[in-house]
């Protein structure tokens, strides 16, 4: 049987990392102070897809459930009830962790469930670095004597 509440040091290679993570997705998002939903699916689709992991993140409310690699982004009424019902769906078939600080949705996953609160969660979610977007003309991409030198040359200044 696996341990109900899991530590951050079990994804490092005590037990077996889980292939699939239910992640509370308000609760995270304030626990992170991120200022809004896209900012975390992002951290989220980068993380699950380091770890060679899937994810399900689920918000109260009403959207268009999305994908993006490995990570799916779904809605409804009570986040909280599609949480524990995917944790039961899912439990007997591959390793899963819920990620939330809601204790009740830890208490109704079953015990076959591992359980990470959001702040431990974010304490182990490092910042993806940003890949800066390239320079979108030419001129972007020159020095300023360089820029200079052509902007001469196009008045047929050769001086």
Not at 82 to 104: G, K, P, Q, T
Not at 118 to 142: E, I, K, M, N
Request: glycine content about 10%.
């Amino acid at each position: 049987m696996l341990p109900r509440r899991a530590s951050p040091a079990c994804f490092h290679g005590w037990i077996a990392d889980p292939t699939l993570y239910l992640f509370d997705g308000y609760n995270l998002l304030h626990a992170g102070g991120f200022r809004e939903p896209t900012e975390l699916i992002d951290r989220l689709a980068g993380w699950v897809t380091l770890q060679g992991a899937r994810g399900v993140v689920v918000f109260d409310g009403h959207g268009e459930t999305l994908r993006i690699g490995r990570l799916e982004i779904r809605y409804a009424e009570h986040a909280d009830t599609l949480l524990e019902r995917l944790a039961a769906e899912y439990r007997e078939r591959e390793l899963v962790c819920v990620v939330s600080s809601d204790r009740l949705i830890h208490g109704t996953s079953g015990q076959d469930v591992l359980s990470l609160g959001s702040q431990a969660f974010l304490r182990g979610l490092r910042p993806t670095p940003a890949s800066p977007s390239p320079p979108s003309r030419v001129s972007d991409r020159l020095d300023e004597r360089t820029r200079a030198k052509l902007e001469r040359l196009r008045r047929g200044d050769d001086g």
